[in-house]
């Protein structure tokens, strides 16, 4: 017989989330966690599901019947729209200018598709003209993808555009908005977005371990109508939709996090509070305070003003700084994590987050006060 372990709980401190994602969590979204667990087809549960179905709709600015969590993370979000609709030999066009660009390419190829990748710099959004030019040269393409809120580098793409721009050469778009969602305008049925993935650990505030996920009726069209079956059973959202569908009619899926879905309707709840605008303007406000802070201390951002995301600042790491040793005496000695710099930007930026709950003057002055600090 093995020895059980004799091993204390876990009591995590109560840290200050400020790099990129997770995020602060709502007080409100942990306690609604922790309330008593029912049954994944309790119909209390399932009456909470409709609500959540509506605020995710919300959220996205969408009337898409397929719209939901998968019981999974941002990941498994932008999994779910590839396995799903690429089929092998389609051509997918792949905007890359950061590390969820290069992703999706993967995503695009274990898909048996074929990826057409379109690169710019680490810092820039993706460029509408130039996916315009590559989409003129592959007229066979099926899909436009790209990410909207670029979290390696702070840079945010004209999603309104790029999303015209599919529909005018008959492609799909599929789009990230793990970062995006929450923080900065997003209109999915405005702007035509065909495919869409978000998170719900970032400008949700939700915990980790969620992603929502909406297609158009052109998608749920292009999925219905596939010649091959999806390789994913998990996420094969035909199956999915029998207990998402709505209709009071659920059939058995998987067992839903029932807890965690507690959470994302409490952070949902939350947003559709507040206003989803007056939240994109708390998120701005916010920026322009942190922005004024950071540039007394002389730390200039990677990302041009025009294309900068207020949630995600990615901040040049000033010359002869140690960087590792600030990110640990922040999270030590302020209980603070910013987050370091990802891909090109490894060991040269931080990113700071100002995401969701996270988003707040107290958070603001906070940082700034640690960071003066520890730069002495
Ligand atoms: N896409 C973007 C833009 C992200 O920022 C992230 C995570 O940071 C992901 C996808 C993957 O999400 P997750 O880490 O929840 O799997």
């Avoid at 995600?312 to 922040?330: K, M």
Wanted: proline share 6%; aromatic share 8%; hydrophobic share 45%.
């Amino acid at each position: 017989m093995q020895a059980a372990p004799k091993i204390a709980p876990f009591m995590p401190p109560r840290r200050i989330l400020m790099g990129p994602g997770p995020s602060d969590v709502y007080p409100e979204v942990l306690l609604a966690q922790s309330r008593p667990t029912v049954g994944h087809l309790d119909p209390l549960f399932v009456a909470m599901m409709d609500e959540l179905k509506a605020l995710l709709q919300y959220a996205f600015q969408t009337q898409n019947e397929v719209t939901l969590a998968v019981s999974a993370p941002g990941s498994a979000g932008m999994e779910t729209c590839f396995v799903n609709l690429v089929e092998p030999g389609e051509k997918v066009v792949v905007c890359r200018n950061g590390v969820f660009g290069e992703r999706m390419r993967q995503n695009v190829e274990r898909c048996g598709g074929v990826a057409v990748v379109v690169d710019f710099p680490w810092g820039a959004p993706v460029d509408p003209q130039v996916v315009e030019g590559v989409l003129k040269q592959h007229p066979d393409a099926s899909y436009l993808a790209f990410v909207h809120a670029e979290t390696s580098t702070g840079a945010l793409s004209d999603a309104k555009t790029l999303c015209a721009l599919a529909r005018e050469h008959n492609c799909l778009s599929i789009v990230d908005a793990v970062t995006s969602l929450g923080g900065v305008e997003l209109r999915v049925d405005e702007w035509g977005i065909d495919a869409i993935y978000s998170g719900s650990q970032k400008c949700l505030s939700c915990v980790p371990g969620l992603s929502p996920v909406s297609f158009s009726p052109r998608a749920v069209e292009k999925l219905k109508s596939r010649k091959t079956p999806v390789q994913s059973w998990f996420l094969d959202q035909t199956l999915v939709m029998g207990y998402w569908g709505g209709s009071g009619k659920r059939a058995y899926h998987h067992t839903a996090p029932v807890n965690a879905l507690y959470a994302l309707h409490e952070s949902l709840r939350l947003l559709a509070e507040e206003g989803l605008e007056n939240a994109w303007a708390r998120h701005q406000h916010m920026h322009q305070l942190l922005k004024a802070g950071l540039e007394k201390l002389g730390l200039g951002f990677v990302v041009d003003e025009a294309y900068r995301l207020p949630q995600l600042n990615a901040v040049y790491i000033p010359e002869g700084v140690d960087d590792a040793a600030v990110r640990s005496q922040l999270l030590k000695g302020y209980n603070l994590e910013i987050g370091a710099g990802l891909g090109d930007l490894a060991g040269k930026a931080w990113r700071i987050g100002l995401m969701g709950y996270g988003a707040r003057a107290e958070n603001v002055a906070i940082c700034l006060k640690a960071l003066e600090e520890v730069l002495q």
